[in-house]
């Protein structure tokens, strides 16, 4: 099969060669004169070099060129792996962010739902302790008016007293007589001895 390719080539090759030779040398084929043949035969040569170093190229370069270009396929492929290995390792870093983005949400709103209950908790405790302090206040504030009030009904008291016995001290003195106060002397006498 192979050989069958390789002949196949050649012949193709060769047909090519001949045509394109009889095509181009017409004119140094039908001249009468030696004269302008020169440009036609540099002409036809420039053809049969180009055609030998074409074969050439193919004949010695076509096995390179292939296990170069099977080559280049081969670490192009690798390369696509790579990147594609790549891209799935990316892809699932992407989904486990996202994920932790969800669980970071979760978090924030469970977090976020026990600040504000604890803060409720704190403002009704808050809110007990003020009332609390304010009934210790309001107990306080009437211990001592009513402790002011008692001292004053007692400094009143007092000073009532003071100016009766003042009061009497004057007039007594005037409107008792002898008669009265050997009264009061027995009277205390009594009391003095009974207790």
Request: charge should be positive; glycine fraction near 2%.
């Amino acid at each position: 099969m192979r050989r069958l390719k390789n002949a196949a080539i050649a012949c193709v090759f060769l047909t090519t060669s001949l045509m394109m030779f009889h095509l181009s040398a017409t004119e140094a084929l039908a001249a009468d004169g030696a004269q302008d043949w020169r440009p036609v035969f540099d002409l036809v040569m420039r053809w049969v070099n180009f055609l030998i170093l074409a074969f050439l190229l193919i004949k010695f370069s076509r096995l390179p060129i292939k296990s170069f270009l099977a080559g280049k396929k081969e670490e192009v492929a690798r390369i696509i792996e790579e990147l594609e290995s790549d891209k799935k390792q990316m892809l699932l870093k992407i989904d486990e962010s996202r994920r932790q983005i969800d669980n970071s949400k979760e978090r924030l709103s469970r977090l976020k739902k026990t600040i504000i209950a604890q803060g409720e908790k704190n403002k009704i405790k808050i809110i007990a302790d003020a009332e609390r302090e304010s009934k210790i206040l309001l107990e306080s504030a009437k211990q001592k008016i009513e402790s002011r009030i008692s001292d004053a009904r007692r400094a009143i008291k007092i000073e009532m007293i003071d100016e009766a016995i003042a009061l009497a001290m004057q007039q007594l003195p005037e409107k008792i007589t002898d008669q009265d106060n050997q009264k009061f002397i027995e009277v205390y006498i009594e009391n003095a001895a009974t207790k």
